[in-house]
């Protein structure tokens, strides 16, 4: 029951994800990086804030809770923004969500150079 809840969860953050992102929005690779970075360092520094709080009640296991659902949004936008940049399909962001793969994932959209931008005014 608790991996079809899981489950749940992780579609509905790229559904949400997917509809409040901007299909002309894009990320380069640094600014994936950078952006992933931050992610993980504020992601990492609640997880510890709100450990060390969650024995005195159930305010930590909130804070956990909130927090880890908003880390799920931002990775799943930042993945939907960098396919784009890529001309990818957006729909390759729910690869994020498989176990261990998801890491070979991070790392090809790390590595992999975005392509050029086409301007739309000299074809006009």
């Known amino acids: 029951m608790l991996q079809i809840l899981f489950i749940a969860v992780a579609l509905i ?3 949400v994800a997917y509809f409040t992102t901007a299909r002309d929005r894009y990320l380069t690779r640094m600014e994936f990086f950078v952006r992933l970075l931050i992610l993980l ?3 990492i520094g609640i997880s510890f804030l709100a450990s ?3 024995g005195n009640s159930d305010l930590g ?3 956990v809770l909130i927090c880890g659902l908003l880390v799920g949004y931002f990775s799943q936008r930042f993945h939907i923004m960098r396919l784009q940049d890529l001309r990818w399909s957006p729909f390759l962001a729910l690869v994020g969500l498989v176990p261990f793969v998801n890491f070979v994932f991070v790392f090809v959209l790390l590595f992999v150079p975005g392509k050029p931008k086409v301007n739309s005014e000299i074809f006009s």
Do not use: R
């Open 13 to 15: 953050l790229f559904v």
């Open 41 to 43: 360092v504020f992601g």
């Open 52 to 54: 060390s709080q969650a």
């Open 61 to 63: 296991a909130l804070v």
